[in-house]
């Protein structure tokens, strides 16, 4: 089953902090909430000072990646010259069955929007996925915010498809190796963990 992608206007500050214009307003990002009250001393050095930190060049080519595997999940191949982070998910890429949707833009009434990365069934069974990228593995520990994420993008996707999500996914592509998949323990578990970040979120912008 296709799900019609939504078209929603964004903006961007220069710290990099991302916002939705939805039906009903301007609405943050779920990576904008999680980087604005995830503790400094859970970023790796290179993370430290949020998203203004962050290397321009890095971020260009994750952007790069992701545009790439949107392509070959939408049309079933490979763009030339693809990066080798892509071999990485191979295996991943072959759990996937009816791929409902793609950097689909979502929103949900608690008061958040984003962008999710896909929606296919996984071994049979519909499941949305967040892809990331690293140089080498990562722990557990290093995905939880992730794991959120996951969370947040499910309850959206059913708020507005009315679409049940059963399986999320972190999955991490390596430049060298097989991709690390992390299957997100409990779906509910994660979108209620989000939404305490956001209630965080909020309180922050109320006292700035």
Do not use: N
């Not at 930190?53 to 949107?70: E, K, Y």
């Amino acid at each position: 089953m296709l799900l019609t992608p939504l078209l929603l206007d964004t903006d961007e500050s220069p710290t990099g902090a991302r916002h939705y214009l939805t039906p009903i307003g301007r609405l943050p990002s779920v990576t904008t909430v999680l980087a604005a009250t995830r503790c400094s001393q859970d970023y790796a050095p290179w993370q430290r000072g949020g998203r203004a930190g962050l290397d321009a060049r890095a971020r260009a080519r994750g952007v790069a990646v992701h545009d790439q595997v949107a392509t070959w999940l939408t049309t079933g191949q490979v763009p030339l010259g693809a990066s080798p982070f892509l071999g990485s998910l191979r295996g991943f890429v072959g759990r996937l069955q009816s791929v409902a949707l793609v950097e689909g833009a979502v929103w949900h009434e608690s008061g958040f929007g984003g962008r999710v990365d896909c929606v296919a069934e996984v071994d049979g069974v519909r499941g949305g996925f967040g892809g990331k990228r690293g140089r080498s593995p990562r722990s557990a520990g290093w995905v939880a915010d992730d794991h959120l994420q996951v969370g947040a993008y499910g309850a959206a996707v059913e708020a507005r498809y009315g679409v049940r999500i059963s399986r999320g996914f972190v999955v991490v592509a390596l430049w060298d190796r097989a991709a690390q998949v992390f299957e997100t323990g409990s779906l509910d578990g994660a979108y209620r963990g989000f939404v305490d970040r956001l209630g965080r979120y909020r309180a922050g912008a109320r006292a700035a």
